[in-house]
T-cell receptor, first 111, second 112 residues
Framework: GENVEQHPSTLSVQEGDSAVIKCTYS??????FPWYKQELGKRPQLIID?????GEKKDQRIAVTLNKTAKHFSLHITETQPEDSAVYFC??????????FGAGTQVVVTP | DAGVIQSPRHEVTEMGQEVTLRCKPI?????LFWYRQTMMRGLELLIY????????DSGMPEDRFSAKMPNASFSTLKIQPSEPRDSAVYFC??????????FGPGTRLTVL
């Protein structure tokens, strides 16, 4: 079955710096890769997603890249702000519609 | 749209009791997912439905766990009997055509 690995598990960055989170997946048939942000005590919320026919997608300070050959995808946050502090999850969907989530990355942005 | 609705938001029960968690997906969505989140195990997919039919229940931990979806607007996750290790936050999520998932607010379950 699908296995998604996410690194790092924790990430501390200075405000204004960039943050990068990386995920790898095992099922080459996976075709949809969303990223979720979860603040303490809240539900996971989608922040950006990418499909297998696209290599990169950007939305303001957030971007996601996908390398299908290597089976990995990454989240990039530029000009980080304190409100970016949260847990971020990557996920991969297989052709059956089943999602597998990474273990999460705790991002702390220090002023 | 009200989004995914879950009830109760908090549940405290004693070991051995039956617990029923409820979920109302977003109207028109054809996929419904149940997840469990703990610090130790992260976000685990328990079971998911497509058009009210269970597709994959391989994540259901034991026979004590069962889930139903009697119609397109309602699903339940039942634990009987409950145990302290079942304490977690349980999320329901729904999506259209297995695309973007929208999560409910979650039910925080504490089993004493």
């Amino acid at each position: 079955g699908e296995n998604v690995e996410q690194h790092p598990s924790t990430l501390s960055v200075q405000e204004g710096d960039s943050a990068v989170i990386k995920c790898t997946y095992s099922d080459s048939a996976s075709n949809y890769f969303p990223w979720y942000k979860q603040e303490l005590g809240k539900r996971p919320q989608l922040i950006i997603d990418i499909r297998s026919n696209v290599g990169e997608k950007k939305d303001q300070r957030i971007a996601v890249t996908l390398n299908k050959t290597a089976k990995h995808f990454s989240l990039h946050i530029t000009e980080t702000q304190p409100e970016d502090s949260a847990v971020y999850f990557c996920a991969a969907r297989n052709s059956w519609g089943k999602f597998q989530f990474g273990a999460g990355t705790q991002v702390v942005v220090t002023p | 749209d009200a989004g995914v609705i879950q009830s109760p938001r908090h549940e405290v029960t004693e070991m051995g009791q039956e617990v029923t968690l409820r979920c109302k997906p977003i109207s028109g969505h054809d996929y419904l997912f149940w997840y469990r989140q703990t610090m130790m195990r992260g976000l685990e997919l328990l079971i998911y439905f497509n058009n009210n039919v269970p597709i994959d229940d391989s994540g259901m931990p034991e026979d004590r766990f069962s889930a139903k979806m009697p119609n397109a607007s309602f699903s339940t996750l039942k634990i009987q009997p409950s145990e302290p290790r079942d304490s977690a936050v349980y999320f329901c999520a729904s999506s259209l055509a297995a695309d973007t998932q929208y999560f409910g607010p979650g039910t925080r379950l504490t089993v004493l």
